[in-house]
Nanobody
Framework: QVQLVESGGGLVPAGGSLKLSCAAS????????MSWFRQAPGKQRELVAT???????NYAASVKGRFTISRDNAKNTAYLQMNNLKPEDTAVYYC??????????WGQGTQVTVSS
């Protein structure tokens, strides 16, 4: 089993920044991908950014150039630096760890609210 604990959410004005953290513990395999998803009220959960164990990254078009995903493999921790936040970024942000298609884990979520 793997446990994921997110932190760093909060309330920020438009144009501000936040940095989310996701600490993973438990049976973590050395080959994995970590991602951030988000879900706004009334909307489907969407992928925000992904980073592989080797550091390859991928971003949703809506956040490219504003958000940066990174990880510290020694600490089993992933980060999401969010700059120039917009009200439409308001959502619950979830950390996700992928080993295989049948071995995935989710965090409990952290609220990010951007005021206009």
């Amino acid at each position: 089993q793997v446990q994921l604990v997110e932190s760093g959410g909060g309330l920020v004005p438009a144009g501000g920044s936040l940095k989310l953290s996701c600490a993973a513990s438990g049976r973590i395999l050395p080959v994995n991908a970590m991602s951030w998803f988000r879900q706004a009220p009334g909307k489907q959960r969407e992928l925000v950014a992904t980073i592989t164990f080797g550091g390859t990254t991928n971003y949703a078009a809506s956040v490219k150039g504003r958000f940066t995903i990174s990880r510290d493999n020694a600490k089993n921790t992933a980060y999401l630096q969010m700059n120039n936040l917009k009200p439409e970024d308001t959502a619950v942000y979830y950390c996700h760890l992928f080993h295989t298609a049948v071995d995935v884990y989710w965090g409990q979520g952290t609220q990010v609210t951007v005021s206009s």
